[in-house]
């Protein structure tokens, strides 16, 4: 069996600088030789691994050096183009996850839509789309509500049924901190959807439920997929000469606090570190990265009047959809966006987001100037008898 290709300590050290001082404070009695392996159907349910290849092994053997638990040998990677491709798009039935998933069509790419409806711009974009015989990229729409998992394997069990698999996966469905799941309206009082005592006891925040649970989930079943590949799929192993891509958006949410907005805030702030702790899969074939955008011109913004108050719209700029989705697309095709890169999206301008000490957004597109009415509101909100109870029934 094959040794997994993990990233050398130089290359990883960018990423996890805690690897290496962690391994500098190893004793010298317990340094050890640990033998890392592709651990058959990753992912996958109930599967056993035979105890002799199981190999985990702990047995010194020579002084320790971090290289040990970090081999791997140089490695070129292919070039990837989104032609000739398959991709799936949760959310996509709106914004900038319908005007990626434009262009990834515009680019011969098949896209499998997933959301819970489609606007009348997404539908068109169905129709033109949906049969091709065999000329250019294909489209279908899979009616999903992402926080139900069964939904989410259903998403990718029909995309390898119509297309052979995915060779990109965008977890984009998310929501802005709406009323009905919002922190300033707890579960059980009268504004809020959330579960406030559910019959098995476990609760929900739906907002974290889309904006994380769900692309964590979706990650999941990606590396599942492309290190378990179907014996009739072989084509989605995915190796450093047959990358795979996984297209995460996060936020400059993602970068600062907001009072108004706190589960939105954590929920972006937990992508960019998922995004960031998943780089070492780029030794896999595997590269996963995001974007950062900032305020965007869609309908999350535009059709919510309990938003769009924050903003100057004499002052405050938009970001465009069409200029996230194309960072979305440098993330699959540019080979200097590499695995961990988080790409903030301000109104022209375009940058990756530091891990450590990065001066944060600053550009046009980077705030709403009017914040402080929302923040003014959940002060009046803090002041009603009674907050945070729920409400007697």
Same mark, same amino acid.
């Not at 465009?320 to 109104?347: F, H, N, S, Y």
């Not at 907050?387 to 029934?393: D, E, F, Q, S, V």
């Given at each position: 069996?094959a040794a997994i290709p993990v990233p050398s300590s130089r290359a990883l050290a960018q990423h996890l600088p805690s690897v290496r001082r962690a391994a500098a404070l190893v004793?010298?009695?317990?340094?050890?030789?640990?033998?890392?392996?592709?651990?058959?159907?990753?992912?996958?349910?109930?599967?056993?691994?035979?105890?002799?290849?199981?190999?985990?092994?702990?047995?010194?053997?020579?002084?320790?050096?971090?290289?040990?638990?970090?081999?791997?040998?140089?490695?070129?990677?292919?070039?990837?183009?989104?032609?000739?491709?398959?991709?799936?798009?949760?959310?996509?039935?709106?914004?900038?996850?319908?005007?990626?998933?434009?262009?990834?069509?515009?680019?011969?790419?098949?896209?499998?839509?997933?959301?819970?409806?489609?606007?009348?711009?997404?539908?068109?974009?169905?129709?033109?789309?949906?049969?091709?015989?065999?000329?250019?990229?294909?489209?279908?729409?899979?009616?999903?509500?992402?926080?139900?998992?069964?939904?989410?394997?259903?998403?990718?069990?029909?995309?390898?049924?119509?297309?052979?698999?995915?060779?990109?996966?965008?977890?984009?469905?998310?929501?802005?901190?709406?009323?009905?799941?919002?922190?300033?309206?707890?579960?059980?009082?009268?504004?809020?959807?959330?579960?406030?005592?559910?019959?098995?006891?476990?609760?929900?925040?739906?907002?974290?439920?889309?904006?994380?649970?769900?692309?964590?989930?979706?990650?999941?079943?990606?590396?599942?997929?492309?290190?378990?590949?179907?014996?009739?799929?072989?084509?989605?192993?995915?190796?450093?000469?047959?990358?795979?891509?996984?297209?995460?958006?996060?936020?400059?949410?993602?970068?600062?606090?907001?009072?108004?907005?706190?589960?939105?805030?954590?929920?972006?702030?937990?992508?960019?570190?998922?995004?960031?702790?998943?780089?070492?899969?780029?030794?896999?074939?595997?590269?996963?990265?995001?974007?950062?955008?900032?305020?965007?011109?869609?309908?999350?913004?535009?059709?919510?009047? *309990?938003? @769009? $108050?924050?903003?100057?719209? %004499? !002052? =405050?700029?938009?970001?465009? &959809?069409?200029?996230?989705?194309?960072?979305?697309?440098?993330?699959?095709?540019?080979?200097?966006?590499?695995?961990?890169?988080?790409? *903030?999206? @301000? $109104?022209?301008?375009?940058? %990756? !987001? =530091?891990?450590?000490?990065? &001066?944060?957004?600053t550009g046009e597109g980077a705030d709403a100037s009017n914040r402080a009415t929302t923040i003014a509101e959940v002060y009046q909100w803090l002041a009603e008898p009674g907050?945070?109870?729920?409400?007697?029934?």
């Open positions: 069996m004793p010298a009695a317990s340094r050890c030789h640990i033998a890392a392996t592709v651990r058959p159907q990753w992912g996958r349910q109930a599967v056993s691994v035979p105890a002799d290849r199981r190999t985990f092994s702990t047995t010194p053997t020579r002084p320790f050096k971090t290289d040990d638990v970090l081999q791997r040998t140089n490695t070129e990677f292919s070039p990837f183009s989104v032609e000739g491709k398959t991709a799936i798009v949760t959310g996509a039935g709106s914004g900038i996850n319908y005007v990626f998933a434009k262009q990834l069509l515009e680019r011969n790419c098949n896209v499998l839509l997933a959301d819970l409806a489609l606007r009348p711009e997404a539908q068109a974009l169905i129709d033109q789309y949906s049969a091709n015989a065999g000329r250019t990229a294909r489209a279908i729409f899979v009616k999903t509500d992402v926080v139900q998992w069964p939904d989410l394997d259903a998403v990718f069990t029909t995309a390898d049924a119509e297309f052979g698999g995915a060779d990109i996966v965008c977890p984009g469905a998310g929501v802005y901190e709406p009323h009905w799941s919002n922190f300033w309206h707890p579960p059980g009082t009268a504004r809020s959807r959330d579960s406030a005592s559910p019959a098995n006891g476990i609760g929900h925040y739906a907002t974290l439920d889309i904006n994380l649970t769900h692309p964590i989930r979706c990650t999941q079943l990606a590396i599942s997929r492309w290190l378990n590949p179907s014996p009739t799929s072989p084509h989605m192993k995915a190796t450093p000469a047959n990358p795979k891509r996984i297209v995460h958006i996060s936020s400059v949410a993602g970068q600062t606090p907001g009072f108004s907005t706190p589960l939105y805030q954590a929920s972006k702030h937990a992508v960019s570190g998922l995004i960031r702790s998943l780089a070492p899969l780029d030794s896999l074939g595997i590269r996963v990265n995001g974007v950062a955008p900032g305020v965007i011109k869609t309908p999350l913004w535009t059709e919510h009047p *309990e938003k @769009l $108050k924050m903003l100057d719209t %004499n !002052v =405050d700029a938009w970001v465009e &959809p069409e200029e996230v989705a194309d960072a979305m697309m440098r993330c699959c095709e540019d080979e200097a966006v590499v695995g961990g890169w988080v790409l *903030e999206v @301000l $109104k022209g301008t375009t940058r %990756n !987001v =530091d891990w450590r000490n990065d &001066p944060g957004p907050w945070g109870a729920p409400t007697k029934k």
